[in-house]
């Protein structure tokens, strides 16, 4: 339903080992911000309608230019970001830009994003906003549904936003779980386990992944599609 595309880092505090490998992967065979937005652009050559969500950290884009990379997402097709690193009081000097060229900027609560901070979250949000199930980082702990139950009701109960929870889901019966509880299941470490298996002793990704990794998407999905019927 939607494509989140990680923007490679050196330094991605909120990932797990899975994510983090991953990053250093692509780093190492020299994947830049103006490759992962031709990836982007190539992929609106037969593709218009998916969303496209950029997920990562403040650096590379600092780097880049706050101007030139939000108007050059937006020209490759973007349509939102989520920075990790970037908190609602710091986030102005993105905030406008993104705004200004189309971009929806993603907001991030947590189990520790209680009522008195929670408004300053949904301020400026746009898009949808991202609830962090666990603790921790990525890819490490089981969800608890029960408790996701809880929060997620909690923050529908003071926006309209819908709200897509990530971190811990793995497995169909998670994302069919996920799916009664909130607007959408968030699955980043899982996928990405799923390519480093076959990736060779040089950081090569062998044949076969292409296939594993859209079998695992299809599964998940149907997981979640289905439990919503």
Do not use: W
């Not at 909120?14 to 652009?41: F, N």
């Not at 309209?160 to 169909?172: D, H, Q, S, W």
């Amino acid at each position: 339903d939607i494509i989140e595309l990680g923007m490679p880092f050196t330094d991605p505090m909120a990932e797990g080992p899975a994510i983090q490998a991953s990053s250093l992967r692509a780093l190492k065979a020299g994947q830049t911000m103006l490759k992962t937005l031709d990836m982007v652009r190539h992929f609106r050559k037969s593709n218009t309608d998916t969303p496209i969500v950029l997920m990562g950290y403040y650096n590379p884009i600092y780097s880049y230019g706050v101007d030139r990379f939000t108007k050059d997402a937006k020209a490759a097709g973007v349509d939102g970001l989520i920075i990790v690193d970037l908190p609602p009081e710091e986030d102005l000097e993105l905030r406008g830009p993104a705004k200004s060229a189309g971009l929806d900027l993603i907001r991030l609560a947590t189990p520790t994003t209680d009522a008195t901070r929670l408004p300053t979250v949904l301020d400026g949000a746009t898009g949808f906003l991202y609830y962090v199930s666990i603790m921790g980082v990525t890819g490490t702990k089981d969800i608890d549904t029960s408790r996701v139950a809880k929060e997620v009701a909690r923050i529908k109960a003071v926006t309209n936003l819908p709200i897509a929870v990530g971190f811990g889901i793995k497995t169909e019966n998670d994302a069919a779980a996920v799916a009664n509880l909130a607007d959408a299941a968030v699955v980043g470490s899982a996928l990405v386990a799923e390519i480093s298996r076959f990736v060779d002793q040089h950081g090569k990704v062998v044949a076969g992944s292409v296939k594993a990794v859209l079998d695992l998407s299809r599964r998940l999905a149907g997981a979640a599609h289905n439990a919503r019927v």
